[in-house]
């Protein structure tokens, strides 16, 4: 069930910035604060002209943490120091459809010590149950409801501002985001099927949208083609009150694990580009999808390690949320990238992988 207690802690007016787009100058990282975004930040509910998300002081301050990274060492400390972990999953539990090595006897040896256990993934492509089929298939023991995509926080996040349910939503994305809207009773359009349409420029045409699309979400989307950028162009221009929701700006995904592939925020972009309106992000590094796990959980944030591969979404979202955080470099980020004199975000902690986890807990004992 979705709940009041995922509102986040940045407010916005889309009735100002429909009226002067060029108010946005940088993404709305839900969480994150971002007070140059907007000529009148204070507003209060949704509706025809106008939205606002709750703040909340404790989670708006980013935190980049500038002091060298420390390569992790003592397991024991670390998890002895936190009761939940929070994983990403792309680069850190598999790649691609490949697990990577020692995940089921790590997560095992942090259940049997009694750690809570999230997976917070900004691949939108699957709902929360097809992930669920997804860890299954892997061999691991995942329950839905410890799995947040960032398919289910569009979701929530349009569920925590109250989203008027006789508007629709038209999705730029795959089949996960129509599931999660599906089982938020959300009126939708577009999506996969919106795939093989294509537009015929002749003299005089005009493209017709739905008038009552009160939010376009864009995800990853492997269908993505010219009809959807225009008609999402369309919905927030022309849309009053219309939302621009991003469920991530990643650049690169994993699709297989032979290579990195162009990412959401490829998609995201293309609509930036040609409405020059910045998305309100609810995936990672918004500290949206931390405080409803925080809230469903009783879970204090710094009770918790977010482990991921990436400095400026998962190390970020960790941060963001005051939490400890553990690089692997079993993903997108190197060494070198890690130690690079231009990167200021630096984790807690760095290793290899999370079967470190493992290995270094039994070093120690």
Known sequence: MLSN?????LSISIASTLKSPNNFSKSLFLGQKKTSLFLNPIFKKWNSSKMEVSTSSSTSKMMIKASSAEALKNANELIDSVETFIFDCDGV??????LIDGVPETLDM?????????????????????YGKKFETLGLSVNEEEIFASSFAAAAYLKSINFPKDKKVYVVGEEGILKELDLAEYQHLGGPEDGGKK??????????????????????????????????????????????????????????????????????GAIVGSTQREPIVVGKPS???????????????????????????????????????????????????????????????????????????????
């Open 199 to 268: 537009i015929e420029l002749k003299p005089g045409f005009l493209m017709e949208h739905d008038e009552s699309v009160g939010a376009v979400v864009v995800g990853f989307d492997r269908n993505f083609n010219y009809y959807k950028v225009q008609y999402a162009t369309l919905c927030i221009r022309e849309n009053p009150g219309c939302l621009f929701i991003a469920t991530n700006r990643d650049a690169v995904t994993h699709l297989t694990d032979a290579q990195e592939w162009a990412g959401g925020g490829s998609m995201v």
């Open 5 to 9: 207690c995922c509102r986040t802690s």
């Open 287 to 365: 500290t949206f999808m931390m405080d409803y796990v925080s809230k469903e959980f009783g879970i204090e944030k710094s009770q918790i390690c977010m482990v991921g591969d990436r400095l400026d979404t998962d190390i970020l979202f960790g941060q963001n949320g005051g939490c400890k955080t553990l690089l692997v470099l079993s993903g997108v980020t190197s060494l070198p990238m890690l130690q690079s004199p231009s990167n200021s975000i630096k984790p807690d902690f760095y290793t290899n992988k999370i079967s470190d986890l493992l290995s270094l807990s039994a070093a120690t004992v």
């Open 93 to 98: 539990i598999w790649k691609g459809d490949s």
């Open 110 to 130: 942090l259940r049997a010590k009694g750690k809570r256990l999230v997976f917070v993934t900004n691949n939108s492509t699957k709902s929360r149950k097809q």
